[in-house]
Nanobody, 121 residues
């Protein structure tokens, strides 16, 4: 069993900054790719940013230059530094990870419970 626990969400003014964290715990042999997704009310969940275990990153066009994804492999934790936030960034943010629970096990998808980010004007 693997759990992803997010923290750092909240209310922030437009132009401000926020940092999200997500820690994986449980039966873990290795954590491979990790990512942040977001979902606004009435909209589909979409990828915000992803990062491989080697540190290669990918960003949605809407957040390039403003958000930075990073990870601490020793702590099985991924971060999302959100700068110059806009009202359209308002959404529930979900952590995602590909995890092997054992050295002979295949990787599986795991999701966090979501954390609300609200950007006010």
């Amino acid at each position: 069993q693997v759990q992803l626990v997010e923290s750092g969400g909240g209310l922030v003014q437009a132009g401000g900054s926020l940092r999200l964290s997500c820690a994986a715990s449980g039966s873990i042999f290795s954590v491979n790719a990790m990512a942040w997704y977001r979902q606004a009310p009435g909209e589909q969940r979409g990828l915000v940013a992803s990062i491989t275990s080697g540190g290669f990153t990918n960003y949605a066009d809407s957040v390039k230059g403003r958000f930075t994804i990073s990870r601490d492999n020793a702590k099985n934790t991924v971060f999302l530094q959100m700068n110059s936030v806009k009202p359209e960034d308002t959404a529930v943010y979900y952590c995602h990870a590909l995890v092997q629970s054992g050295r002979w096990a295949p990787q599986r998808d795991y999701w966090g419970q979501g954390t609300q980010v609200t950007v006010s004007s």
